[in-house]
């Protein structure tokens, strides 16, 4: 079976069919953001612990365990702050409004920006995406766990994941009073 976005909004949640389950999701809140940034976070530490790691062997064997564990110290001390931006391709906002500038046929004019790393993380990684998706389900189902979740996203097909973690960013756009 296809997916399809079609579903209901109701309160910033969101039911739609993924293959042939229902799913439930939610708006992400301040809190789940500060977990997908520790999250990101130790994703980003674990990606360069394991390039340095790959490349002791480049290393004459004798400063080889010293150079590891100076590579895990060194990603120990990595903060929020030290994530590089990346860059996505985003609407381009009209500064003098603060809207989205639109095209001929509507659609929004979009170019490459920096964006924070747990934003690019969450919306360009599996890993990433799995998490948002993760976080969103829970926050619909306070039952569902992360093994759940590994569970879950073994049988569903990357589109689908990218689908889900696309309306959750969605759901989780600040929303603007009337």
């Not at 995406?129 to 990357?158: C, G, H, N």
């Amino acid at each position: 079976m296809g997916t399809s976005s079609k579903g209901t909004v109701v309160n910033r949640r969101h039911v739609m069919q993924v293959g042939d389950k229902r799913v439930e999701i939610e708006a992400l809140t301040l809190q789940d953001w500060v977990q997908a940034e520790e999250e990101a976070l130790n994703a980003y530490r674990r990606s360069m612990i394991s390039t340095w790691t790959k490349n002791a062997d480049l290393l004459p064997e004798e400063i080889r365990e010293a150079k590891t564990l100076e590579a895990f110290d060194k990603a120990q001390g990595i903060s929020l702050e030290d994530l590089p931006d990346q860059q996505m391709e985003m609407p381009t906002v009209d500064p003098r409004t603060g809207k989205p500038i639109k095209g001929r046929r509507g659609r929004p004019v979009t170019g490459m920006q920096p964006v924070p790393y747990t934003a690019w993380w969450m919306s360009k990684t599996v890993a990433g995406m799995r998490y948002s998706v993760y976080l969103s389900r829970k926050r619909a189902d306070p039952t569902f766990r992360i093994e759940d979740a590994d569970e879950w996203f073994q049988q569903m097909k990357e589109d689908h994941l990218e689908e889900l973690a696309n309306k959750v960013g969605e759901l989780s756009e600040p929303q603007v009073g009337n």
